[in-house]
């Protein structure tokens, strides 16, 4: 069943192509997620009163977030590739630099680690 509720996750989809990027269609829904649920100047919340890294039972290290709603780098690095993909690089690379700055060193993969080569 839907839960219909607005997550940030649904970023995934105009990124991907799913729906087309550079679509009305696409602005709307990315602008209702950052106006509902960004944080931190460039952080995204999973979804409204999001409790997992505050106080979820099944949380891995318990209370990291300090409170609900935390940001999650990865709903970020989705709209920052809508943004890239929509024309809207500058606010892309903003982003982008945001999650490096956020990231928890050792916790994002680098490009050696992952195999990926420059060429």
Known sequence: ??????????????????IDPASGRAAAH?????????RDGYGLAR?????YYFDEPYDPAGDEAGS??????????WVAVYEALSGG??????????????AGCGYMGSPLRLGVTHR
Do not use: H, K, N
């Open 47 to 51: 979804y409204l009163y999001d409790d």
């Open 1 to 18: 069943t839907p839960l219909g509720r607005v997550d940030s996750s649904s970023a995934i989809v105009p990124a991907l192509g799913v």
């Open 30 to 38: 990315v602008a209702t997620i950052l106006q509902l649920l960004g």
């Open 68 to 77: 609900v709603e935390p940001s999650w780098p990865q709903m970020s690095m």
């Open 89 to 102: 690089s500058d606010g892309a690379l903003r982003r982008l630099q945001w999650i490096a700055s956020t």
